[in-house]
């Protein structure tokens, strides 16, 4: 009888610890695979833009028959946050969400004098953009097309949408990428027609923002890796 006893408490013994081994089994199991579902999720590198070292300028042809016919706009873009995602082995995830600050934007041309300058750019507050009613210019991509050419360049397009002085209407932007250590480098050009945002050429008194309806963007824009 005592042996009896010595062998069920002995089994019960080995079964709670073989229960235990199998459980820590089981939880590193469920840790091995939370660990590369977290690697397989940080395939996409973030890149943070980088306002300092990019350039983002608007070009606004030159309209109207006042005395500076013929000098286009050249409206840098001076405040603007960011991020891009990019994934090499998974080219439609790559995204990227831009907000730059519509009060930002200046008149750069060398056609202008200062005084000039001080004038196109009150009008750009006051009338065009109107930045204390509509303070955000918003890109949000929706989708990306595109194929890496090599040397950790890619050739994209992101489908996506602009909002711009209160109206938000789809664009494609293609761009040219460059990833070179932590240092992700955008370059490309798109066109947007104004009047499909409501924004309209001055007609105060000095009238120095007369353009047509094409305004054509180009930027080279910088993000550093996070």
């Known amino acids: 009888m005592n042996r009896l006893l010595v062998f069920v408490v002995t089994s019960a013994f080995v079964l709670t610890a073989a229960g235990a081994g199998s459980s820590r089994i089981n939880s590193a199991n469920v840790e091995a695979a939370n660990l590369t579902s977290n690697l397989n999720s940080q395939g996409a590198a973030r890149y943070q833009l980088d306002a300092s070292r990019s350039k983002f300028i608007a070009e606004a042809l030159a309209g109207g028959l006042l005395w500076f016919k013929g000098h ?37 041309s060398d056609v202008f004098t200062p005084q000039q300058k001080q004038i196109i750019n009150k009008e750009l507050h006051d009338i065009v953009f109107h930045p204390d009613q509509y303070p955000d210019i918003v890109f949000q991509s929706t ?67 007369r353009v047509k309806n094409g305004v054509k963007f180009t930027f080279d824009i910088v993000g550093i890796k996070q």
């Open 143 to 209: 989708g990306t097309k595109g194929k890496a050419t090599g040397n950790g360049q890619y050739d994209l397009k992101l489908n996506g949408n602009l909002t711009l002085h209160g109206v938000t209407r789809p664009i494609v932007i293609p761009t040219q990428v460059t990833i070179t250590g932590n240092e992700m480098r955008a370059v490309g050009k798109f066109s947007i027609d104004r009047s499909d945002y409501n924004v309209k050429a001055t007609s105060a008194f000095h009238g120095l923002v």
């Open 72 to 108: 286009n706009h050249l409206l840098a873009v001076r405040d603007f946050t960011g991020e891009a995602r990019l994934d090499p082995d998974s080219i439609p995830s790559a995204s990227l969400r831009l907000v730059a600050k519509a009060a930002s934007l200046e008149e750069t």
